[in-house]
Structure formats: structure tokens, C-alpha cells
């Protein structure tokens, strides 16, 4: 069902959730970049709907709400566990086609792949997704190619308007609270875009003999492996466990998992010292065939969702829709030496 | 709401077999179902968790043989019978010993590499009957490097042993040279037929496969285990993900025939 | 030929070795300008001088040969200049009303720069309205970071921008970048400490390596600004040498006044026969001693909590034999 709201009516629409939800959205952080005088958009709580940056894209995605950065699993002492307690309110995330579809991802590794993660599965099952829709497309975009221009897997829309908010609601709950407020039935369709300026093309004939390409070369000298890119990433799921303990009782501590990243250091590290992919080249490989490659073989579809965060945050300027494009010419390459 | 994963268990040390000053076995209790080349994440203090493969199965106990590699396991070799450790697990798919039996059988193991397949060697030694002819070839460093020494005095019995050294002086127990030096020497009956398994460092299990190939075993016919970060166990982490394929889920045993494509 | 050589001095033009020959010195107070005075101060040269500019030391074009009697008409060209760059003066249309204490200037700073704690410009023009315009011999310079590009170490004053890098624990992922940047790069601030970063305050210059160098915005950079201020660095015949800390992490206010403090300073210890009334405030501060100058200097000014005074300073410099 479709709404239109004045501002200050979804301000007191927050302000009921609130009391039952922590609200998240892309948000600026002023002085907040990495920069000095610079601001950072990033996911934050908000108490009022004019904090939503609609016009620029969030740097780092949405994507820390349901997998946060750093979370406590249990705590332990020499011979007992206690689990980490959950949330107790749970969580409004507003966010874009693009991050909607990521949702879809971090559900097929958390929820299945083997086993059903209960830190994910608990945070999950008590977030309400609200989807933004995208007037048009930023330059690094490149959603349409990836096929996550759109989204109905939504519980809600919001699109500017003249008057103040549209928003479509599929949810029983939210409808409830909406239709205190409604001025209008109308007809809503979140706004989508259908041309981006970025382009991608991933060959058909993409396969695994793309790692004896010269083309990973190039990054070994130009990536600074930082991992920025897997950090800002909407599908990456990686993550490192950690034993903490405690400073004033050694027997007693807590273990953590927190992200990590396939770029950085230590990753493959093995017990007794040994390492796989050392170059920063066969490690940009491993990530770029993860995401539009070896994920589709596994489930079905690519894992890459276009947001294009990963263009955007590079230190190095390495474009990751320019490597793909790459990967055509990396395939005749290898074909040719076959 | 599923089990949570994470939350290990506590097991008591039931005894501590000290193969050389750096690698002990820890028979450690545990009841359920297991099999060997599976492995358990095992919580080591003041470190965190490590995977160690399961290198024996006995009424109500598991063995992991563990390697002090730095201060990863440190902590754990002082502990002793009666201690306990926290444990999760077994994880990954082992070695389903139904794919080897009635077969002509090749082992060939480097390092702590033998110990996930010490259980199907043993097994094998026990139910002989179960099996056709049994090869296993082992390699370690040096004498000092030696693991489940006793156990070679018993697997001798039933099959052709092979245990070999990097370097030193031929002796009756020992030979000398990598293992890809005795892999021609195999005298196999039917060799399309004939199953192997093959367990190490990556260049011994690289260059293993190609010896057996050589000898003119079938592709489909080896299986190899994996060495991998294994931090979570249960496909979330990621670290050890080669190509489309968990090793902790999908492994760490594989076909060849699969896990020849892996590229990390 | 009749010349005052003090009043053309003092207007910013220079003696030159040829007779009735002067050279225009125009300042660019900060290091930046809008390019359109570029052509003003071309047409200077062209028309009055032998078109020729010497870009100066001190951020600054020196319009060259140009005859004594044109100086009346350069300074009337130079007054869209004078007033563009926000330059205090006396008069209208009669060019610069000072020049001993020198042009104020600044890296290219926080616009630009991603090291730049701060807009350098921009603080050098306030401290410019605040001290210009000013016969006393003092050199003040404004350098974006600690990398210290505007070699501000060399000047009475220099100012050195610095933020208080702010950590948030659940943002770190212990990849280590920052200890590792610190390291390399810095002071070695920072120590891996159950699986974090731990920052050692009293190590910390404040470069912002940390904030640069963490992929997940773990260290963020401070709301407030703040600043190193060094202090009687030199160069010259008798002793160059280096400027010391005086102040770590100042804020804007105070080192305006302390440096305005310092004029007074000056005003009551100068060698009255300092050769054209100028004098290195070096040598004075080495003739009343450190306490005095410190007693002047930080005369009602309000340092920030977190800032850390030295109390004794000692410079070292060179004697040349």
C-alpha cells in the first residue's frame, strides 16, 4: 500500500519505532573523514528521517548491522562458557536495491552453507528492511549490469517527494503504524534505475584458468593490500575469531569474531608459518573470482551486487569494474597459450 | 533457532602420548559419532582456536596429535590426564572408509600429515580381510620427527610399510629419500582399480599425485586431504575457501579428480 | 639621485646593486591566491619593470627593475593585489606599509593535501590581519602536519598541525595497518595489544597516520584542531639552528596571542641599536633568558586542557667556523 507523509509525520513515525527498534541509515558524520575538514556517510542510528543521506552513497554499507564489525560470541573462564546475550531491541535498516540484494547473500553463507550461523540468524530475524530508492544512478554504479537495479524483497519503500515522503508497505506491523498517519492511498513504485554510467562484462567463458593471466600482475605492485575494498563491501562475509583475556584475570576472557579480509595479511596464515597467496595480485584474483565466479558456481548467481563501494574507497585507484571488464581479454590470453 | 556452533564443549584429557619433544597425542574423550581426517576446533589458551585433525578413534575417546608450532599450542602441553580442553566439533567430511574397502590400497603420508590418516591405516590394519593389498608410505624429517612409532611396529604386520626419512642412515625400520622416491617402486596388482590417499605439505602431495598417476592409477581413484585455515569449521569465515569449495565443509578430504581444480 | 632608502624599504620595495633600479616585493600571505593577479603582476613587469618575476623564498613575486620613479604608479597597480589578499594598510594606493615582519607562509594544506591537519592557508591570513602590518623583524610559518613541508622549523614560529586520533574499538578489525604506519612512518606511538591498538599519549605527535592508514574508520581524526607550536628556529650568519617545541597541542587562539605577545616582547627588549632596528628574536630571548620570553608570551593566554608546555627549552644550532 502506498503513502505519502510530510516530514514531520515521519519523524513521529520514527519516534514510535524507536521505542522497539534501533533505526539505522546512511547518515553523515561530519568531520568524520579519513581526511581532515572532511565528512564520512556511513551507516549510523537516526532519531530523525531528514539525517538519511539520500543524494550521496554510503562509504561503507549497511552490512555491519547484521554482521557487526566486532561481535562477542561468549565468555569464557578455565572451565565454563556463557553465551554473549542478543540485542534486546531490534533493527530498522534503511538501504538501497543494490544492498537489498546483498542481503540475499550474506543470508545464503550465514543462514545456510553447511550450517545456520545463530549470531546472524538471531540479529536477522529482527531486521526490517527499508528499501530507498535510487532516482539515479552514481557514477561507480553498476547495478543494472549486475541485475540488483531493483528489489521487491522490501518491508518498505521511501522515495523523496515534493510534499515530503512516498512509501510503499508490505508490512502488516508497519502498515498498522502508517495508516495512523496516512494522508493518501496511492499507487507507490520505489524509484530504480535501468542505465548506469559504469558497465560490466563478465566473459562466459570465465573460469579458474584466468589465474594464469598476466593481468593480476599489474596489482601486484599497484594494491597496497589494505582491504578497504572488502571492508566497504556489502557481500563480503569474512571474518577472524579472537580470544581476548582479560588484564586483571588472565583465566577469563571472551572470544570474538571480527572482519576480516582476504587482502590483508595473515589471512591463509596456517599454524607453523605457512601462507598461500602472497602476492597482492593472486589475492585481488581470489576476490574478484569469488565475486563473479566461483559464488555463482556454488549458488546459483554472482555474488557481486554493482554497488561499486569498492571503486570508490580505493586508495590506489584499482577500479574493480575496470578488472572486470579485464577478465575477456585475460580469458583469450590463457586460451591462446593453451 | 539452531544450535549455536560456537559454544565449544570441555573434554578431559584421558592420556598424553609423547611422540617427540614437539608433537604429543591427546586422547581426549569424546562419545560421538567421528570419523578419521575429520577435524575438531580445539580452544588453546591464550591463543584461541586451531584445527587438529583427528589422528585415531578409540571406545569413547578421540587422538589429536598435536604439533607446538610457536605459541599456537604452547599452552596445551602443559596440561596433562585429568585436564580439560574446550573442544568444537568433528568438523569436515573425513575419509569414508567404505570407498577404500574391498580395494588394492595406497597410502602415502608426509609429516603431520599422517595424522588423519592414521585412523583409516589402522583401521585397514585391523580389518585386513576387509581390503586387498595395502601400501603406506610415510615420510618424516629426520628419526627425531618420527610420529606413532609403536603404531608402525603394528601396521607392519598387515601391509607393506614404507616409512622414510629426508635424510640419515638406511636401518631396518627406515629408509631414506622423499616419498616420491619409493611411490615407483609399488608393485600393484590392478592399478585402475587400485584406491590411494594422499596427505602432506603441498609440494609432497603435488608431486605424490603426479608419482601416482605415472604408476597409472586413475584420477577418480586418489584422494587428497587439505591443509587449510580452518577458523570457523562451518563455512562462515571464509579463510579457507579454494575455488568454489569449503575445505572445512566440502574437505579437507577431496577426490582429486575435484580438488585438482582448486586454485588458491 | 635623492632616496630614503628606510621608506622604500619599509614599503616593500628593495636597493638593488643598480642605481635607481628597485624590485617590487609582493606578498602572498598563506601561498595562495586567486590566479587572476597573476596577470596584474605580469603587467607590472611588463610596464615598469624589465618582465622579469622572481618567485621568492617566502611565497612571494618580486617584480624586478623597476626604475625609482615609477614606484608611485607600481604601488597604485599593486592596491587590487594589496586588497585581494586581505592585507592590512595604512593608506590606499600607496603600496605596502610594512615589511619587517616577512610574509606568512603556508604548505599547501588540508584543501589539497591529505596529510594537512588543518586549512594552513586559511590560518595564516587571521594570524596576517592580527600581526600586519608590523615593522619587527618576525618570521612565522604554518605547515599542514608533521611532515613539516613548509619548513616552518626554520622560522620564529612555526606551527605544525596536529588532530588527537580517536579510536572506536568495535570499528577495529586488528589488521594492524595503523601500528604498522606508525611505525614506519611516525614515532612508533602505537603497540598491538590484545588484538588492538594501544596508543602511547606521550609518544603521539598527532600526524594522523593512524586515521590515514585504518581501512575501517576505527581512528578518526578529532572535532577539535590542534597544533605544535616550535619556536626561534633561524637561519643567518651568527647561529642557525632549529626551532624547538614550545607548545604540543595548542589551539588556534592561544598561538595568535602568543605570538601577538611576543611583539610586545620585543617592543620592550630590542637591542636599540640593532642594525635597522631588526633583531633574530633568538638573540633576545638568549640575552633576557627563556623565563622572561615565556613570562611575556603566555601573558592571559588559555592553553586547551590536553596541551603539554616545555618549560626549559635548550636550542642546539650550528656555530659557523
Known sequence: MGYELSKEQMNEILSQLKEDYLIYAPKCFQDGGRFSDTDCIRYGEINKIEEIVFDKKAEYSFKEVLLPISQTLFYFTEDSVKEADAPKQGAIVFLRSCDLHSVKRLDEIYLRNGFSDYYYQRLRERVVFVLMGCQTAFDSCFCVDMGTNQSNEYDM????????????????????????????????????????????????????????????????????NCGRCNFVCPTCTCFTMQDIFYTDN????????????????????????????????????????????????????????????????????????????????????????? | MNKNEYIPFLSEIVEVIKHTEIEYTFRMAYDGEVKPGQFFEVSFPKYGEAPISVSGIENGCVDLTIRRVGKVTNEVFEKYVGDKLF???????????????????????????????????????????????????AGFKSKEDILFEKDFEFWRESMNVVLTLDAGEETKEHKIGLVTKYIPQLKLKEVKEA??????????????????????????????????????????????????????????????????HLVD | MDMNTKSLKKNAFRVTKERGITASRVRIPGGRMEAKYLSLIQEIADTYGNGTVHITVRQGFEILGIPFDKIDEVNKLLQPIIEGMGINQQNGGSGYSAAGTRNITACVGNTVCPYACYDTTAFAKKMEVAIFPNDLHFKVAFTGCSNDCGKVRMHDFGILGMTVPQFEADRCISCQACVKACAKKSVQALSFVNNRPQRD?????????????CPNMAWTRSKKKYYRLTLLGRTGKKNPRLGEDFIKWADEESIIKIVKNTYDYVKEYIDVNAPGGKEHIGYIVDRTGFEEFKNWALKDVKLPEIAEVTHRIYWSGIIPK
Open chain 1, 157 to 224: 519503500s521511501i522515495d523523496r517527494s515534493e510534499n515530503g515522503y512516498q512509501l510503499d508497505c508490505k508490512s502488516n506491523q508497519l502498515e498498522k503504524l502508517l495508516s495512523q498517519y496516512a494522508t493518501n492511498n496511492l499507487s507507490v513504485t520505489p524509484a530504480y534505475v535501468t542505465e548506469t554510467k559504469t558497465r560490466v562484462n563478465i566473459p562466459s567463458n570465465l573460469s579458474y584458468q584466468i589465474g594464469n593471466s598476466n593481468m593480476w600482475r599489474e596489482y601486484d605492485t599497484r594494491c597496497i
Open chain 1, 250 to 338: 588472565e583465566k577469563a576472557g571472551e572470544r570474538r569474531r571480527v572482519w576480516a579480509s582476504c587482502m590483508v595479511d595473515g589471512y591463509t596464515d596456517v599454524a607453523g608459518g605457512a601462507s598461500y597467496r602472497q602476492k597482492n595480485g593472486d589475492r585481488m584474483r581470489f576476490k574478484v573470482l569469488h565475486k563473479v565466479l566461483d559464488y555463482k558456481e556454488r549458488n546459483g548467481y554472482h555474488m557481486c551486487v554493482g554497488c561499486g563501494r569498492c571503486d570508490d574507497i580505493c586508495p590506489e585507484y584499482i577500479s574493480f569494474s575496470h578488472c572486470i571488464n579485464k577478465l575477456e581479454n585475460g580469458m583469450k590470453e590463457v586460451m591462446e597459450h593453451e
Open chain 2, 87 to 137: 573442544l568444537r566439533g568433528p568438523y569436515g567430511n573425513g575419509f569414508d572408509v567404505d570407498d577404500y574397502k574391498g580395494k588394492e590400497i595406497v597410502v602415502v603420508a608426509g609429516g603431520t600429515g599422517v595424522s588423519p590418516v592414521r585412523g583409516v591405516v589402522d583401521y585397514f590394519a585391523k580389518n585386513a580381510s576387509s581390503r586387498k593389498d595395502m601400501s603406506f608410505i
Open chain 2, 195 to 260: 584406491v590411494a590417499i594422499v596427505v602432506g605439505p603441498p609440494a609432497m602431495m603435488h608431486f605424490s599425485v603426479l608419482a601416482l598417476l605415472e604408476l597409472g592409477l586413475q584420477e577418480d581413484n586418489i584422494w587428497i586431504s587439505q591443509e587449510r585455515k580452518m577458523c570457523c569449521g562451518i563455512g562462515k569465515c571464509g579463510h579457507c575457501k579454494i575455488g568454489n569449495q569449503y575445505v572445512c565443509l566440502d574437505g579437507p578430504v577431496f577426490r582429486y579428480t575435484q580438488g585438482k
Open chain 3, 201 to 213: 599519549e606521550s609518544k603521539c605527535i598527532g600526524c594522523g597516520e593512524c586515521v590515514l592508514s
